[in-house]
């Protein structure tokens, strides 16, 4: 496989793989304040977009091919290294961080603590 062809897959699986995160990012602000009933309501909007995660994986490994084709070259090696170390960070991420905050969002109320006990996230209840 050629270099072009390799680079321009990096570029736009990348690009594919950070549609979904900036999806959610946009719609936190209107998400965030909803209560249980409404926040499952729109949650649904979501359904099936777990494939797209496979996108994630996908710009990884193409990143890790791309720095392998050029590994002669030190700046594009070090900047699809450095691109793939982003990938795995995010996925990292979400997968210590926010797939258990999803979870524990989705998994209903017996399993949330209520009242004084969410005083260190700063409120008194959860929402």
Known sequence: MGTRIVQFLAIAIGALALIPSGAHL???PNKIGLG???????????RGWAVLGSLWVAALVVNIALAVVVRTQPLP???ALGAAACIAAMFAIFVAWTLPGNQARTTGPASRPTGRSCGAI???RMR
Request: no cysteine; net charge negative.
């Open 26 to 28: 946009a719609a936190l």
């Open 77 to 79: 090696f070090w900047l």
């Open 36 to 46: 249980q009933s409404e926040y499952f309501l729109v949650q649904g909007i979501y």
């Open 122 to 124: 700063g409120s008194t």
